[in-house]
């Protein structure tokens, strides 16, 4: 089956500082999404993006964040200043379609730890 | 507030037995309902997805949905041990992006 792959799987920051989660969406897919998880909570929605723009975002998904398709491949999220509040496992999801029985396929997540 | 919510478990089910979950939904809106099961520091695997009020099977896994309540559960029949995961549901708006998910309910198979 194809696969959403992340990169880093751990990334470790200090306070304050900016970070950048990538993902590689499935080849072709058109619909781009990033969920968080802090741990023991439920997945919660940040973001998605389709045709280059965000189609949708969350009230967590605040200045801090943003998020860019650069190259036609990757999709990365980027947090500005990191708070203590954004550790959490981070995971990309795509899926090819926008129908009601279209499957997303999420990554294997970043677990992100903000010092 | 549109929530989803499920009982935390943990559930303990004898291998062999029918292990049920529920969940509910507060938005009448929602119009596609998944199940989704989690392993301990993994991503959401999908299970099952029913849109349509009334039963959904695929081989162990029954999803019963039912809009006038507001209720969704999913049966597994003859559990294993390699069901025993946290099992996420999540809801959708026709037109919206995102999934809302619930909790989750922390389901154990007792070999």
């Known amino acids: 089956e194809p696969e959403v792959t992340q990169t880093p799987s751990h990334q470790v920051t200090q306070m304050g500082q900016e970070v950048i989660l990538r993902c590689v969406p499935i080849?072709?897919?058109?619909?781009f999404y990033w969920y968080r998880q802090i741990l023991g909570q439920k997945v919660e929605f940040l973001v998605s993006?389709?045709?280059?723009?965000?189609?949708?975002k969350s009230e967590i998904f605040d200045d801090q964040f943003s998020v860019e398709r650069p190259d036609g491949s990757n999709f990365t999220l980027k947090i500005r200043s990191t708070k203590l509040e954004d550790s959490a496992m981070y995971f990309c999801?795509?899926?090819?379609?926008?129908?009601?029985?279209?499957?997303?396929?999420f990554g294997s997540g970043t677990q992100l730890s903000v010092l | 507030q549109k929530e989803v919510e499920q009982n935390s478990g943990p559930l303990s089910v004898p291998e062999g037995a029918i292990a049920s979950l529920n969940c509910t939904y507060s938005?009448?809106?929602?119009?596609?309902f998944f199940w989704y099961r989690q392993y301990s520091g993994k991503s959401p695997e999908l299970i099952m997805f029913?849109?349509?009020?009334g039963d959904k099977e695929d081989g162990r896994f029954t999803a019963q949905l039912n809009k006038a309540s507001q209720y969704v559960s999913l049966l597994i029949r003859d559990s294993q041990p390699s069901d025993s995961a946290t099992y996420l549901c999540?809801?959708?708006?026709?037109?919206?992006?995102?999934?809302?998910f619930g909790t989750g309910t922390r389901l154990t198979i007792i070999p």
């Open positions: 999540a809801v959708n708006n026709f037109g919206n992006e995102k999934l809302t």
């Open positions: 080849s072709n897919h058109l619909y």
């Open positions: 029913i849109y349509s009020n």
């Open positions: 993006f389709y045709n280059n723009e965000i189609s949708e």
């Open positions: 938005d009448r809106g929602s119009q596609s």
């Open positions: 999801a795509s899926r090819l379609r926008q129908m009601i029985n279209e499957k997303l396929f």
